[in-house]
């Protein structure tokens, strides 16, 4: 039987959303000279861009956890990432001409991984965690993951 999703948070929404968003546009400026604008569909992917005639969807998260500091000492610690069972509603496999990709960056807003997303990635079985969340004093309840090895990651820092 399929686990259901989380039920909407809107604390961590709004203490993540801007920030991941924020950030996420500032690495894609940065790193490629690429402008993102938010989806003005707040049920949708977060962030559009074009590259060429290629379109970009990003999916823009936070990784909210203390211990991402470098992104080196974050690959020794994690052998993967995950996608929370809620993303791959947005998601699809990129193609030629659409690009859908994760871009997760941690609380300080200075490291980030990115993750292009393949038939493959969407096929990893899933698995039951329990996340804790990043406003919250009181322990979370397990949730359905997508694990991503850390090697299928990209990892990058502005």
């Known amino acids: 039987m399929e686990e259901k999703a989380k039920k909407f948070d809107q604390k961590n929404h709004d203490v ?3 920030f ?6 500032a690495l894609f400026l940065f790193k490629w000279n690429i402008q993102l604008e938010d989806n003005p569909d ?3 992917i977060d962030l ?3 590259y060429k005639n290629i379109t970009l969807k990003v999916e823009a998260c936070v990784h909210s956890g203390k211990d991402w500091t470098s992104n080196k000492n974050i690959q020794d610690k994690y052998s993967d990432f995950m996608i929370w ?3 791959p509603n947005h998601l699809k496999p990129s193609t030629e001409k659409e690009k859908f990709i994760i871009c997760m960056c941690n609380k300080d807003g200075n490291l980030f991984a990115t993750l292009n997303i393949t038939k493959e990635i969407l096929k990893l ?8 969340p990043r406003n919250h004093n009181t322990k979370a309840k397990p949730e359905m ?3 991503v ?10």
């Open 85 to 87: 069972q809620r993303r």
């Open 145 to 147: 993951v997508i694990p």
């Open 42 to 44: 707040k049920f949708g």
């Open 125 to 132: 079985p899933k698995q039951k965690r329990r996340f804790q």
């Open 16 to 18: 993540n959303d801007i």
């Open 149 to 158: 090895n850390h090697n299928k990651w990209k990892f990058h820092e502005i």
């Open 48 to 50: 559009f861009g074009k």
């Open 20 to 25: 991941g968003r924020t950030n996420a546009k």
